[in-house]
């Protein structure tokens, strides 16, 4: 579950561990989740741009490498394995 205080992994309804900054997140505001079909977990931020949790490790994507923006509000793969990624517009 993703919130404005990092991410959470629940299973069978207990709180298993809670994820920050410190734990290799780029930012704790969750504004997007999508698991893609290798298994990977994609992280959007509202401010730190993308991050993937592939193993027991997060890599972060952010404006600095070529995200557009580092708010990310949308995580789409095709049916070709392409990400696309989007942010919402005021």
């Known amino acids: ?5 990092g991410l959470t992994l629940w299973r069978d309804g207990r709180l298993v561990k809670r994820f920050a900054v410190r734990d290799g997140l780029s930012s704790e505001e969750i504004s997007a ?5 290798a298994g990977d977990l994609w992280v959007g931020t509202t401010d ?6 592939r193993g027991e490790r ?7 490498l070529g995200l557009t923006n580092d708010c990310v ?4 793969e095709d049916h070709e394995g392409s990400l696309w990624v989007g942010r919402a517009t005021a």
């Open 1 to 5: 579950m993703g919130h404005l205080v």
């Open 73 to 76: 509000t949308a995580i789409y």
């Open 33 to 37: 989740l999508y698991v893609d079909r």
């Open 48 to 53: 730190g741009g993308l991050n993937r949790r």
């Open 58 to 64: 997060f890599e972060s994507m952010t404006k600095a």
